[in-house]
Each structure stands twice: as structure tokens, then as C-alpha cells.
């Protein structure tokens, strides 16, 4: 690859691996992020997905996605993805997708919430009141 580069442009260097995991990386995350911040913060109603599953490693991975229009086109990011501690209860179901939804400013806006059908999430959905779809 610093072939290819090189051949197309002497005077370009590659940044390294810090740069790109400590300074560039998080600069477009921050980037996008504020631009889904933009947007969530001019749409009236949106629906969350939300997913659990194991890792190889036995940990909890939860991803909650939100699904919403913007100037007529559907858009769902991904808005995190989380490793969940301890007990995958509806307790603990519900708590952390509340600090999602609190970190977005999102939770008054939500119309539902679409799970598979596991009672852990119906529980969640009604810890959260927000409706349930499964």
C-alpha cells in the first residue's frame, strides 16, 4: 500500500496508527455525531431497534439503532453499541438504553421500540414506557 501511495504521490505521507486511532478517527466521530445530533434535534417522532447478543468472549453486546426521516429520505444510524454488565435483565435492558436515549436528548420523541419478542424486552419497553412492537 505505501507503494501504491508513494507511486501516486511522493510528497503524501501515511499517518501512522496513532494518528489515525487518537487524533483522526475521533475527529470524524465527533464530526458525524454532531451532524446526527442536528438532525435528531429537528425530528419530531422516530422508532428504536434494539438487539442483545454474546460475544466469542461471553460478553453482552447490545446495539440500539434509531429509525427517522430527514427531508423525506429514511435514515437509521447506529446509534451505539454497548457491552453490558452483569445481569441481562429488563433492569439492566432498560438502563442502558436510557443513558443512549438521554445522551441523544431522544426519549420524548420515541413512538416505539421494535425487539424480538423476548419477554426481557417487553419488560424493558414498559420500564421505559415506550410501546413495544415485536
Same mark, same amino acid.
Given at each position: 500500500?505505501?507503494?501504491?501511495?508513494? #507511486?501516486?504521490? %511522493?510528497?503524501? !505521507?501515511?499517518?501512522?496508527?496513532?494518528?489515525? &486511532?487518537?487524533?483522526?478517527?475521533?475527529?470524524?466521530?465527533?464530526?458525524? /455525531?454532531? /451532524?446526527?445530533?442536528?438532525?435528531?434535534?429537528? $425530528? %419530531?417522532?422516530?422508532?428504536? $431497534?434494539?438487539?442483545?447478543?454474546? %460475544?466469542? #468472549?461471553?460478553?453482552?453486546?447490545? #446495539?440500539? $439503532?434509531?429509525?427517522?426521516?430527514?427531508?423525506?429520505?429514511?435514515?437509521?444510524?447506529?446509534?451505539?453499541?454497548? &457491552?453490558? !454488565?452483569?445481569?441481562?435483565?429488563?433492569? *439492566?435492558?432498560?438502563?442502558?438504553?436510557?443513558?443512549?436515549? !438521554? !445522551?441523544?436528548?431522544?426519549?420524548?420523541?420515541?413512538? *416505539?421500540?421494535? $425487539?424480538?419478542?423476548?419477554?426481557?424486552?417487553?419488560?424493558?419497553?414498559?420500564?421505559? /414506557?415506550?410501546?413495544?412492537?415485536?
Amino acid at each position: 500500500m505505501k507503494k501504491f501511495i508513494h #507511486a501516486l504521490d %511522493s510528497r503524501y !505521507e501515511l499517518p501512522d496508527k496513532n494518528t489515525l &486511532k487518537c487524533t483522526l478517527i475521533p475527529k470524524v466521530y465527533e464530526n458525524l /455525531k454532531n /451532524k446526527l445530533e442536528e438532525a435528531l434535534a429537528i $425530528t %419530531s417522532y422516530l422508532n428504536i $431497534t434494539t438487539d442483545m447478543c454474546t %460475544s466469542n #468472549a461471553n460478553k453482552g453486546i447490545q #446495539a440500539l $439503532t434509531c429509525h427517522f426521516i430527514n427531508d423525506g429520505i429514511l435514515l437509521s444510524p447506529l446509534l451505539k453499541v454497548t &457491552k453490558v !454488565e452483569g445481569h441481562h435483565n429488563s433492569e *439492566t435492558m432498560a438502563h442502558v438504553i436510557n443513558n443512549i436515549l !438521554e !445522551e441523544y436528548n431522544i426519549h420524548d420523541k420515541i413512538v *416505539t421500540i421494535v $425487539t424480538d419478542n423476548a419477554s426481557v424486552m417487553k419488560e424493558t419497553a414498559d420500564m421505559l /414506557k415506550i410501546r413495544h412492537s415485536p
